[in-house]
């Protein structure tokens, strides 16, 4: 009788292990489709930003082409004075652009960071989740 009430408790043991492996094992599938969803997003934010800096030097060479236009304008003294006033208000839309866009561009840096943090701790935790499979399967 003693024999059977330890094979039982093995035969418990053994199936809460098994049951604690195969959640481990959904654990484990559930957070490398994070981590792929985290990877696509990162993706996505990656092509934002890249977007953002190339909107950015545009602005920024529009800004600079902008202030040529001015200095030789006022330079010649051949334009009016209402040709300069236009081209400062130009001016100061474009850096107002330049700077939404540097808002932008800071924003995408942060949510990047974001991304890439929890994606740290996602494979932090994915290896725990290893660690501890491979040890209920050493147990067993």
């Not at 292990?17 to 993706?43: G, M, P």
């Not at 902008?66 to 236009?86: F, P, R």
Request: net charge negative; charged share 30%.
């Amino acid at each position: 009788m003693h024999r059977e009430d330890e094979n039982r408790n093995y035969n418990q043991e053994f199936e809460k292990l098994n049951s604690e492996i195969a959640t481990l094992k959904t654990n484990e599938v559930t957070l490398l489709k994070a981590l792929d969803e985290l990877k696509d997003k990162l993706l996505i934010v990656s092509n934002e930003r890249n977007e953002i800096q190339e909107q950015n030097n545009n602005y920024q060479n529009d800004f600079e082409n902008i202030q040529k236009i001015l200095y030789d304008e006022t330079e010649s003294g051949s334009k009016s004075a209402a040709k300069v006033i236009l081209l400062t208000r130009q001016f100061d839309e474009e850096q107002k652009r330049a700077n939404n866009a540097t808002y932008q561009l800071n924003d995408i840096q942060m949510q990047l960071t974001s991304a890439l943090i929890t994606n740290d701790t996602l494979k932090t935790e994915l290896s725990q989740a290893r660690l501890l499979a491979q040890e209920y399967i050493a147990k067993v």
